[in-house]
């Protein structure tokens, strides 16, 4: 087969957040929204993911929500009216700063600059009047210079001096309050919508990717959180994988190992920061999520691949948004090469790329062994029913998970079943075989040869 006929308009899909609702998650997003608008301040809220898990999606929805904002956009503009009009939104990428020596002063500066652009174009900033407003945003660009000032390496008596100089001709006409959570929470207060009735006006704080900083970032922006923005008119929703950022906090306290006392301490810390963590779910059927990404003409491929799911009763697939769109991404470019329209098709053929695309997408150093090798499937099919020696399993498999334990005949039922057995690890373990029920269930009786042609998938011309 030559490139002229093979179908080379397949779709790509991007991994770039979306306000679309692909997962069903719309109840998630109102309920935190709800709570972010209506909650007492102030609050710090947690939304929990593994990565790939949809969680900058999700956060941009609930800003979405609250203010019309979508934060990609090249200026941001507030919601007229509405159910959330005593909200504002700022949005805050912590791991482009995590090399700052003070990760809460680009905090404050970035919010500086959005509230700045927000004043322009908000009606309620307009009876504030414009010296007001370039007083009050000066004053938090002051603010946030004096916090790095005191942060820098030196003797306290050294910051002590440091910081009266710096007050006294600085921030004398600026700051009419002893402390710098006092003026922030009043600038802040200024700055946002009068309402009379309702819940109080707050200002809303997204800070996205925290779990991506290194652990001393994501220590001292969570230590400025606490020393300096905890105010009682905001709020901020976090997105973070929750065992990373624990992972961090831990090895900032002194910890090499993340465990025992300093984990747990690690723990507490995080608890005592934010005490509400929202996780987010899992998709219900991986299988149906995949067939959702893939093309058009593979509806046979994807109809194969939720029948087998409904069948086994099991997903044999990775419940990852994000690893399911890269896999739907391999099969939409991959089946017209192996399946071009004139040939015939059949559920094993489909099942058989489904488990080649999978092992290419995610465990490349099998791929490469089974491509130099077609026999090593036969190793491959006995790792995955528990077949093969520990210390052949160490060396082809080694740092691999399988997803179950065993198959287990049910004897007792009035009609015999099959079972899957035992452990399920964390489905965020990146080295989980994901695959292994789907070999074990309906392979058994596939030879290396059947999948000569799919392992050459690349080759095809």
């Known amino acids: 087969m030559t490139t002229e006929n093979l179908n080379l308009n397949f779709m790509l899909h991007s991994d770039e957040p979306t306000l ?3 997962l069903s998650r719309k109840g998630f997003v109102q309920e935190v929204a709800e709570v972010a608008a209506t909650c007492q301040p102030p609050q710090v809220l947690g939304i929990h993911g593994d990565w790939g898990a949809g969680k900058t999606s999700v956060l941009e929805q609930i800003q979405f929500r609250l203010s019309g904002d979508k934060r990609r956009a090249e200026i941001p503009t507030l919601k007229k009216s509405g159910k959330y009009d005593h909200t504002i939104t700022i949005w ?3 791991w482009r700063y995590q090399n700052e020596a003070v990760p809460v002063v680009a905090l404050l500066q970035e919010m500086r600059k959005q509230l700045g652009v927000m004043s322009k174009l908000g009606s309620q900033f307009q009876k504030l009047g414009e010296v007001t407003i370039r007083s009050l945003l000066s004053g938090i660009d002051n603010v946030a210079k004096l916090i790095k000032l005191e942060s820098l390496p030196a003797s306290p008596e050294k910051i002590q001096a440091i910081g009266e100089k710096w007050e006294k001709e600085h921030l004398e006409a600026t700051l009419a309050t002893d402390t710098v959570q006092n003026f922030l929470q009043e600038a802040i207060q200024k700055l946002l919508p009068s309402k009379r009735t309702g819940p109080s006006p707050r200002l809303v704080i997204f800070i996205d990717d925290i779990d991506r900083c290194n652990p001393k970032a994501a220590y001292r922006l969570l230590e400025g959180l606490k020393n300096y923005l905890i105010l009682p008119n905001c709020v901020f929703v976090i997105g973070m994988n929750q065992q990373i950022v624990t992972e961090a906090i831990s090895k900032e306290m002194g910890s090499e190992s993340n465990n025992g006392d300093t984990r747990l301490r690690a723990e507490a810390y995080l608890e005592k920061m934010c005490a509400n963590i929202w996780r987010l779910p ?4 991986p299988a149906k999520l995949l067939t959702e990404w893939l093309t058009d003409d593979l509806d046979e491929l994807g109809n ?12 044999f697939l990775p419940p990852n948004p994000r690893r399911l769109k890269a896999l739907a991404n391999l099969l939409n470019r991959m089946w017209p090469k192996v399946n071009p329209p004139e040939t015939s098709f059949n559920t094993s053929e489909a099942l058989s790329a489904l488990v080649v695309a999978y092992i290419y997408q995610f465990h490349s150093s099998l791929f490469q062994r089974w491509h130099h090798d077609p026999n090593f499937f036969t190793i491959l099919k006995a790792w995955v ?3 093969v020696p520990e210390e052949d399993a160490n060396t082809f498999f080694h740092g691999l998970i399988l997803p179950t334990t065993a198959i287990v ?7 015999p079943s099959k079972t899957f057995a035992g452990a399920f690890p964390d489905p965020s373990a990146p080295g989980i075989f994901w695959i292994a029920p789907l070999l074990q269930l309906t392979l058994n009786n596939t030879t290396p040869t059947d999948f000569s042609a799919l392992l050459r998938f690349e080759d095809a011309q």
């Open 20 to 22: 679309q609702d692909k």
């Open 92 to 94: 805050f990428d912590a």
């Open 282 to 285: 899992l998709p219900k059927s």
């Open 304 to 315: 194969a691949i939720l029948v087998t799911e409904a069948s086994i009763k099991t997903s």
């Open 385 to 387: 029913n528990n077949g």
């Open 409 to 415: 005949s049910n004897s007792h039922s009035v009609t």
